[in-house]
């Protein structure tokens, strides 16, 4: 398998791993819910189809008696329609309505009387720095992609980051052992570069008799 190829292997997994990861952190703050209107609301009550509602300040959530939805899912995970409602104003007009359901006065209707139960839900406890940690999650993906990428890149799969990159090598006079003496033969063209060599490490010796700087050296 070419390295290009197992580079963008590599890319579309982690990709698609952020996108899987995403999803299942959006579902778990998802239910399966409709928003309705007040009025909808009401004619559920008139109906008789509300099972359930639950209340967290002025937002109501509730459970329909045909829905597939098991009542211990109700409401944390799961209801079927969602409201804001006027506490007050909701509960008056619900007694009004079974009132004339039941024949009873008003003021004789309670929550008892209601075909449906109704839950007063606290305010969430979760630490707020909880809120964050999906968010985190995904940042860390995001930094762990960014990681590979690079490392990918300056391994030598990919030449992108290494354009406009010296070539150039510091010269370690420890490290560069070889010698003309070391090479065997070319006895006329090591004459000849020795003589450059001289030149260039002594050019005036060789001016001041009138020698001009060699252009280059034709080696046959």
Known sequence: MKKSYRGFLLY????????????????????????????????YVEEDRVAAVAILDETLVGLLRETSIA????????????????????????????????????DEISEVDFAFDVTYLPQPQ?????EFVPFLLMMGLVF????LIMRQQSGGGNKVMSFGRSRARVFD????KITFADVAGADEEKEELAEIVDFLRS??????????????????
């Open 203 to 220: 050019p005036k010796r060789f001016t001041d008799l009138g020698a001009r700087i060699p252009k280059g050296v034709l080696l046959v």
């Open 144 to 147: 762990v992609f960014w990681i």
């Open 12 to 43: 579309a997994v982690i990709i698609l791993a952020i996108i899987i990861v995403s999803q299942m952190f959006g579902a778990m703050g998802q239910t399966r819910s409709v928003k309705i209107d007040y009025n909808t609301l009401l004619q």
């Open 173 to 176: 006079p420890d490290k560069n």
């Open 126 to 130: 979760t630490p707020w720095f909880l």
């Open 71 to 106: 009542q211990v899912d109700f409401p944390a995970r799961a209801y079927d329609f969602e409201t804001t409602i006027d506490k007050d104003n909701f509960f008056a007009t619900v007694r009004q309505i079974y009132a004339r359901k039941l024949g009873k006065p008003v």
